[in-house]
């Protein structure tokens, strides 16, 4: 965001040139940049005052559209995510149609899409989510679709569906999905996903794991079921159930060691090693200490630590 205005601000004068004259223009200039200076300072509150001034008496300048978009940064930051939803679905049709701003900010339409998706992340309670990621689809729908475009498009469709399954609508979420995926497959793979995750996230973890061998059954490991099973193993470890925790993760296992075995990265290695540690503390916990230090990611610069103290200095 910060980079953002201040690229914006070295060109400021040169996009204005022809209107700086001008009073409205003028006093427009002069409050974006108080916004400016106030979120280079990583002060993000100090600049909603003069955003919110400039939109309100200036609606008419080249400035008023891209003022919106870093205002509802701003409300996002402060976890004002009504707010800056609000803001966004309000203006969204004058900046998909001002020309001098998209002069000023060609990339206004995709940052202003992806500020609204971050601002209806935030939402509660879901019904009102929904609502502003409608309102969201609904423009996405009418925008020229460039790739980052699709990509919020993508993650919009996630989060709605996401939003359908937390309030029980499955039809609706698995709807969205078919839309998001060109796979049945993919389709129906992440909707069990999505199923699995709220059960876990309502705590519901025997359910959560009837849902997790009902995905297995019906899809194979990928990256996406990988993650679900370690959120799923991490919500049994942190609620002490080590039994149920190292039953979910197993699959995972073997299928590390068979990489391990020919040195393939196992998914990234962001998911290695957070898989490395849940696997190390289930090993330890179970008295197998040996396997556990084995399993452990790489020291990184506590080898005096025996196992189990790297393993609480790592979740520190």
């Given at each position: 965001?910060?980079?953002?205005?201040?690229?914006?601000?070295?060109?400021l004068?040169?996009?204005?040139?022809?209107?700086?004259?001008?009073p409205?223009?003028?006093?427009?200039?002069?409050?974006?940049?108080?916004?400016?200076?106030?979120?280079?300072?990583?002060?993000?509150?100090m600049?909603?005052?003069?955003l919110?001034?400039?939109?309100a008496?200036?609606?008419?300048?080249?400035?008023?559209?891209?003022?919106?978009?870093?205002?509802?940064?701003?409300y996002?930051?402060?976890?004002?995510?009504?707010?800056?939803?609000?803001?966004?679905?309000?203006?969204?049709?004058?900046?998909?149609?001002?020309?001098?701003?998209?002069?000023?900010?060609?990339?206004?339409?995709?940052?202003?899409?992806?500020?609204?998706?971050?601002?209806?992340?935030?939402?509660?309670?879901?019904?009102?989510?929904?609502?502003?990621?409608?309102?969201?689809?609904?423009?996405?729908?009418?925008?020229?679709?460039?790739?980052?475009?699709?990509?919020?498009?993508?993650?919009?469709?996630?989060?709605?569906?996401?939003?359908?399954?937390?309030t029980?609508?499955?039809?609706a979420?698995?709807?969205?999905?078919?839309?998001?995926?060109?796979?049945?497959?993919?389709?129906?793979?992440?909707?069990?996903?999505?199923?699995?995750?709220?059960?876990?996230?309502?705590?519901?973890?025997?359910?959560?794991?009837?849902?997790?061998?009902?995905?297995?059954?019906?899809?194979?490991?990928?990256?996406?079921?990988?993650?679900?099973?370690?959120?799923?193993?991490?919500?049994?470890?942190?609620?002490?159930?080590?039994?149920?925790?190292?039953?979910?993760?197993?699959?995972?296992?073997?299928?590390?060691?068979?990489?391990?075995?020919?040195?393939?990265?196992?998914?990234?290695?962001?998911?290695?090693?957070?898989?490395?540690?849940?696997?190390?503390e289930?090993?330890?916990?179970?008295?197998?200490?040996?396997?556990?230090?084995?399993?452990?990611?790489?020291?990184?610069?506590?080898?005096?630590?025996?196992?189990?103290?790297?393993?609480?200095?790592?979740?520190?």
């Amino acid at each position: 965001m910060i980079g953002t205005l201040i690229k914006f601000c070295v060109c400021l004068n040169l996009g204005l040139q022809s209107v700086v004259a001008q009073p409205a223009e003028t006093s427009a200039r002069e409050l974006y940049l108080r916004a400016a200076a106030a979120i280079a300072s990583a002060d993000p509150q100090m600049a909603i005052e003069p955003l919110e001034q400039l939109i309100a008496e200036c609606k008419n300048s080249a400035l008023a559209a891209i003022a919106v978009v870093h205002l509802a940064e701003c409300y996002v930051q402060n976890k004002r995510y009504a707010e800056a939803a609000k803001v966004l679905e309000e203006w969204s049709a004058d900046i998909q149609s001002d020309s001098a701003a998209l002069a000023i900010d060609p990339n206004l339409i995709p940052h202003h899409a992806r500020v609204w998706l971050n601002a209806a992340q935030g939402l509660q309670p879901d019904a009102l989510a929904i609502d502003s990621l409608l309102a969201l689809d609904r423009r996405l729908e009418t925008a020229g679709m460039d790739d980052a475009l699709a990509a919020t498009h993508d993650a919009q469709r996630r989060e709605l569906a996401k939003r359908y399954v937390a309030t029980q609508q499955i039809s609706a979420a698995k709807a969205v999905l078919e839309r998001a995926f060109e796979s049945p497959a993919e389709a129906e793979e992440e909707l069990l996903v999505l199923q699995l995750l709220q059960l876990q996230h309502d705590k519901q973890l025997e359910a959560a794991e009837l849902k997790l061998l009902e995905l297995a059954d019906h899809q194979p490991l990928t990256k996406r079921t990988a993650e679900a099973r370690l959120v799923l193993a991490t919500s049994a470890l942190s609620d002490s159930k080590v039994d149920q925790a190292t039953t979910i993760i197993k699959p995972l296992l073997a299928k590390f060691e068979a990489a391990q075995a020919v040195h393939l990265k196992f998914i990234d290695f962001n998911f290695e090693y957070r898989f490395r540690l849940i696997a190390a503390e289930l090993a330890i916990a179970t008295g197998d200490k040996a396997r556990g230090v084995a399993l452990l990611p790489p020291a990184t610069g506590f080898p005096e630590l025996d196992a189990s103290q790297q393993i609480a200095w790592r979740f520190a």
